[in-house]
């Protein structure tokens, strides 16, 4: 009964993002388009999706992925390792004891190619979609690592760089209104966006 009342709060969720909300239709949209076959951000969840997932499948996923060795523990604070170490001792042993960490947690990069990822599991890329806007716009992604990634730090200021450069000059195109960037950041990869609203 309780794995019916979750599924059904997260696919009024989904339908309210994806069906709703046109940020949401855009960026399952360009998901599908810039990973590639295989990649599972190619697949955004759908109410379908989640309508087929069991039981099984969340406690293979909570066996999998809620152990020790992937916790994060943060102290904030005036504290010394004393105080703290007393405040780990606190702990259920199940909760903080457990193999040794990887050096990195996230694995999987997605390569980052020059210009844009064009891709779609049908063999084209369908590059009109209908959306409930007011005016037409142009969506643009690239695939990039992960920000959490050794060397990847920073990568937020990605789209405050592009949209300085892009209010430092005219755009140069009588049909183009505005324009803006933004990233979509997850644990493999990451999404920039670039929106051109257009007359």
Do not use: C
């Not at 046109?22 to 599972?40: M, R, S, Y």
């Not at 780990?88 to 457990?98: F, H, N, S, Y």
């Not at 760089?161 to 140069?172: N, Y």
């Not at 195109?173 to 933004?182: E, I, K, M, P």
């Amino acid at each position: 009964e309780e794995l019916e009342v979750e599924r059904a709060v997260v696919q009024n969720e989904l339908r309210w993002k994806g069906e709703t909300g046109v940020a949401g239709q855009i960026l399952n949209w360009l998901q599908t388009a810039a990973f590639p076959e295989g990649h599972k951000y190619a697949h955004p969840s759908t109410v379908g999706s989640i309508a087929g997932l069991t039981i099984a499948d969340a406690q293979q996923f909570v066996a999998t992925h809620y152990r020790p060795e992937n916790i994060t523990l943060v102290f904030i604070g005036n504290l010394d390792e004393k105080q703290i170490d007393g405040m780990i001792a606190t702990l259920p042993a199940e909760l903080v004891e457990g193999p040794a960490p990887e050096t990195t947690h996230f694995t999987g990069r997605v390569k980052v190619g020059a210009g844009i990822a064009i891709h779609s599991p049908k063999g084209g890329l369908d590059r009109r979609k209908s959306a409930a806007i007011e005016d037409p716009q142009l969506t643009v992604a690239w695939t990039l690592p992960s920000p959490w990634t050794e060397g990847e730090a920073g990568q937020e200021l990605l789209p405050e760089l592009i949209d300085f450069a892009l209010g430092s000059k005219p755009l140069g195109d009588a049909d183009f209104v505005s324009a803006s960037a933004g990233i979509v950041p997850a644990a493999e990869a990451s999404l920039l966006l670039l929106t051109v609203q257009l007359r």
